[in-house]
């Protein structure tokens, strides 16, 4: 059993940043390849970043350049540096990890971008 909690959302202005975390419960953290997804009302949960058990990244086209997921696995934290945010940003962002083929999740974390 996994449990992931997410922290770090909230309101923020186009064109600033925020940095969500994830914190993973359990010793195999190591083991999982991590991700976080976004959700907007109506819309299926996107793939938004992901970063294996060796580190190797890999983005959304509508966020790579902007936005930044790494781990670290002393913590059993993986992170989600998100930066120059647009109005379209806004979502709620999930943490997933999968482990040797099973997925877990997070209870999510709204981000809204406003002026």
């Known amino acids: 059993q996994v449990q992931l909690v997410e922290s770090g959302g909230g309101l923020v202005q186009p064109g600033g940043s925020l940095r969500l975390s994830c914190a993973a419960s359990?010793?195999?953290?190591?083991?999982?390849?991590m991700g976080w997804y976004q959700q907007t009302p109506g819309k299926q949960r996107e793939l938004v970043a992901t970063i294996t058990t060796g580190g190797r990244t890999n983005y959304a086209d509508s966020v790579n350049g902007r936005f930044t997921i790494s781990r670290d696995n002393a913590k059993n934290t993986v992170f989600l540096q998100m930066n120059s945010l647009k109005p379209e940003d806004t979502a709620v962002y999930y943490c997933s990890a999968n482990i040797f083929g099973l997925p877990y999740w997070g209870q999510g974390t709204q981000v809204t971008v406003s002026s």
């Open positions: 359990g010793s195999i953290f190591s083991l999982a390849n």
